[in-house]
């Protein structure tokens, strides 16, 4: 800032507000990129490395001689042509044909110029240039969708025949090759050969990119997606081998850190869990149809894995919603553990990953009891810890807000503690949310001990994400019964019990809540099946607003319960290692299913 503005500033404001509060900005703006680069720092030392060596070389990518040493022998086939065993989304497709483009929540109609249209969202340029979308192209079927699919990659072709950021980005990159290879049979083995050969030049080229950069400054999910780009080129087009064989050490090294011991993914995202198992199970069948050996590692990582999303699923066959997560669709889920080929084994406990399931009846408890994911694999971390989700059947009563991705409106709601089914102490997250969806100021001891006696399971559990904050520690017990059909939850909050304390419970849209006249139980009415009573003991009642984002694409209204702390009472009473007398706040709550003649 110049002295002149300065001065300005002091004539505008005699008492020097103003120039304090630019100051103010200004000391907010430098902490902030402190924060960002402290939190990069932090991240493990070979991703620091790789993303500094990326943005190193980065501006040379759209010189020219970069682009003429993209060139090289010509690929003249196609050796092998994946079977892509995903379904698309035909309504979705049609849309595309009537040059509607309904990506990451915004549709565009008939953007110009099509790849690079002002002011689409970036979420909305990644998906286009993935071309994912042309699945549902495929759905659709018939001649004039094989020609929309031919036009359009081949409008992308000319369009992006040299390094652009937006187009060029290692994971994306990835994508589009696995979809271009993976739909080859739909949209390019009936083209001409002039068409045939371009498509082959610029997936080599874009390979031959791919290859160079990796990891790129990547990681976790991303990483994986972008790998499987790599190897999907090496594997279908004769002379790339060596590129086949780079992508599977780079996955051999990927998957030894990214799969925990007990089989889950390390973001700890029922989603991602979801893509990379997906990913995984591709590359295996790209591996056997090629007559390749499949590595150890990536069967056993897809043995482990499957158990894992097993446990993340509700009663519906839909994913739990942690850390970015949507439902998905049950059949889809259901033809991927098909495709795992695993025993169907099933997992309760996961003390590595994380999460614990309590099952009992027909009720299905998902408890989110563990540390959130660590720097470099946080960029879809929630601050939800100590949150559950409650299904009965197919119904889901108890739900996390979810997330909708790339979707800036709810970038930052959708990852506060208030959006999950936990409790929030002073109007303040149990994790700082931090930049670029990482977090600050996790959490550094979150404790689970499970117990299970004769049907009944306990879980006592405690982080001590608000100790710096507030000298408090959470600690919340879970007992679900033998049938399932009582759920109980006491949340002791160990420190000063001054600070307020609110419980949120977020109801799925489809339930239905009446606070009863007397304001100590909720009548809890799900579409299907019997009722359920909610009742509070250490705190007030209320019904609140609140907001589904548990669908990709749909933002639903719906309600939560919440229970805002009372006074400590005296079943708080606790007392310190001195002898002496203190207080903790103690609240306590049931789920109780109702006497009904319905089955649920």
Known sequence: MSKGQVGRLAVASPDGESTRSTFDSLRQTLVEGAGKFGHFLRRPGDQVASALWYSLKRPLFGLAPYRFSLFGPNATAVRLSPTDPWPGNADE??????????????????PAPLWRPPGAPAGWIANLHSFSWLRDLRAVGGDAARRRARDL???????????????WQPVILGQRLTNWLGQYEFFAASADVAFRHRLLEGMVQQARHLSRV???????????????????VGACIPGCESWLERGLALLERELAKQILA????????????????????????????????????????????????RLLR??????????????????????????????????????????????????????????????????????????????????????????????PNWQWVQRSTAAHTTAVLGDTNSSQLGPQASL???????ACRREEVEGNTWLDMSHDGYRDAFGVIHHRRLFLSSTGDDLRGEDRFEGDGAH??????????????????????????????????????????SLEQSIYLGRAGEVRRCEQIVVTSDAPSSDGLTEDADGTASQDLLIKWAIKRMTSNKTG
């Open 440 to 446: 600050f100021k996790t959490p550094r001891n979150v």
């Open 93 to 110: 497709g049609a849309e595309i044909l009537a040059g509607n483009f309904n990506f990451a929540g915004n549709t565009l109609r008939n």
């Open 314 to 407: 509700h009663g519906d066959g839909g994913l739990s919603l942690f850390n970015g997560s949507n439902e998905d669709t049950g059949w889809q889920i259901d033809m991927i553990l098909q495709r795992a080929d695993g025993a169907a084994r099933s997992l309760l406990n996961a003390p590595h990953s994380g999460f614990q399931r309590l099952q009992a009846g027909r009720s299905v408890v998902i408890v989110d009891a563990g540390r959130p994911p660590q720097p470099g694999y946080d960029r879809n971390a929630h601050a939800g810890t100590l949150g559950f989700e409650l299904s009965a059947g197919r119904e889901r009563l108890i739900v996390n807000c979810g997330a909708q991705a790339n979707h």
């Open 214 to 232: 990796l990891p790129g400054g990547l990681a976790g999910c991303d990483l994986i997606m972008a790998l499987q780009g790599l190897i999907s």
């Open 153 to 167: 990659v081949g409008s992308w072709l000319a369009a992006n025949d040299h390094y652009s950021a937006a187009a």
């Open 500 to 541: 307020p304390v609110v419980l949120r419970f977020h109801l799925h849209p489809d339930v239905t809540a009446s606070l009863a006249a007397s304001g100590d139980n909720v009548l809890l009415r799900p579409a299907k099946g019997a009722g359920w009573q909610f009742r509070a003991r250490g705190g007030t009642l």
């Open 262 to 309: 007990d089989g889950g993914h390390i973001e700890r995202s029922p989603s991602r869990h979801l893509k990379v198992l997906r990913a995984l199970i591709d590359i295996r069948a790209l591996l056997h149809a090629s007559g390749k050996p499949v590595p150890p590692s990536l069967a056993t990582a897809i043995e482990n894995m499957a158990p894992i999303l």
